[in-house]
């Protein structure tokens, strides 16, 4: 008796200290939740309320937004172009509207965005009778489409979720996780905008370098080097590009595909002409090409800002005039011509 007595006193004993452990590591396993719950709700404010980049380009994009509402209220049809940087620092649309009387608006905003955000900016605030003008980078167009960190930060700021989505394309993401992760600060936001947010330098670009119609300018000029292009589309690319052209039939808008200027060696125009045509005849496949005779190869490196895709307000400006006569015209490039380039 005395023996089983003492084996339940033991087993009576462990028993206690298991619930006295257990409740000591309640407080512990409490302040983990608290902590990261508040690591999360830190810097997911961070990212939508203070990051220099998202305030930035949320800036410019209500900038556009608000523009092109005006244009809407001013006649029956606009012109809207979109893509990354190269189309906000590539096309002087000041420039087409004070020679050529032109209605546009620039909806160019930051490849790290993601094609489906930038696209699917421009088409919200895209009007039936309007025309786009497709201007994204070529490998926006060759990679595949997960989750742009950027692009859903900046979809969020502006309390438009859906952009993440493409907006009125409605095209699929990859990964339950995706938004959760990419709302957090970005490494580069750390190192380097923030450092100068904290020194009151402020941010790389300020917000005065856009205008009323979207343009943003940048005068400096670092020496550019020679661009190289992908000459397929991937999958995703292809999606895109075909439920643009899709959605655009449906709502009667006028669309057509324009390369951005990009800084080629004039010692190597074959090797480009072959690599550029290739490119545009893979887009024509999809979507109607302008007749830039061009075909986006500028040669000039004085045309160029701080990168070879960031065209100086001259080079922007001259492009911007040429754009414009290639809208008015409207001549497409037909699959023969550029086969013919790119042989």
């Not at 709302?183 to 020194?199: D, K």
């Not at 009151?200 to 080097?225: M, N, R, T």
């Not at 040669?299 to 040429?322: I, K, S, Y």
């Not at 290639?326 to 011509?337: A, G, S, V």
């Amino acid at each position: 008796m005395a023996s089983f007595i003492s084996v339940s006193e033991t087993a009576a004993a462990t028993a206690c200290k298991k619930r006295s452990s257990a409740l000591r590591e309640i407080p512990r396993l409490t302040a983990i939740i608290v902590v990261t719950a508040c690591s999360i709700l830190g810097a997911w404010k961070y990212v939508l309320k203070l990051s220099p980049e998202v305030d930035l380009y949320t800036y410019a994009a209500h900038k556009k937004i608000s523009y092109a509402r005006k244009l809407d209220e001013q006649g029956p049809a606009k012109i809207v172009l979109c893509g990354g940087s190269s189309c906000a620092f590539g096309v002087n649309t000041d420039a087409m509207q004070k020679t050529f009387d032109l209605p546009v608006v620039n909806f160019g905003m930051h490849a790290g965005m993601g094609a489906p955000v930038l696209v699917g900016l421009a088409l919200k605030y895209t009007k039936p009778r309007d025309t786009l003008i497709v201007s994204l980078e070529p490998h926006l167009l060759f990679m595949s489409f997960d989750w742009p960190a950027l692009g859903d930060q900046i979809s969020y700021a502006l309390k438009q979720p859906d952009l993440c989505e493409g907006g009125p394309l409605h095209l699929p993401r990859k990964g339950a996780l995706g938004i959760f992760l990419t709302m957090r600060p970005g490494a580069q936001n750390m190192l380097l905008f923030l450092p100068r947010e904290l020194s009151h330098l402020g941010v790389i670009y300020p917000k005065s370098s856009f205008s009323a119609s979207g343009w943003q300018s940048f005068d400096g000029h670092v020496q550019p080097k020679p661009s190289v292009i992908p000459t397929v589309l991937s999958a995703d690319g292809q999606t895109l590009l075909a439920k643009v052209v899709g959605y655009c039939r449906q709502n009667n808008i006028r669309v057509a595909y324009a390369i951005p200027w990009l800084y080629c060696d004039a010692a190597q125009m074959p090797h480009y002409q072959s690599m550029f045509s290739k490119y545009l005849y893979q887009v024509n496949r999809y979507m109607p090409v302008l007749r830039d005779p061009t075909m986006g190869i500028d040669t000039d490196p004085e045309d160029f800002g701080d990168g070879n895709n960031h065209l100086r307000p001259r080079g922007a400006t001259r492009r911007g005039e040429q754009l414009a006569r290639l809208i008015m015209q409207w001549k497409t490039w037909n699959p023969d011509e550029l086969a013919a380039y790119a042989d």
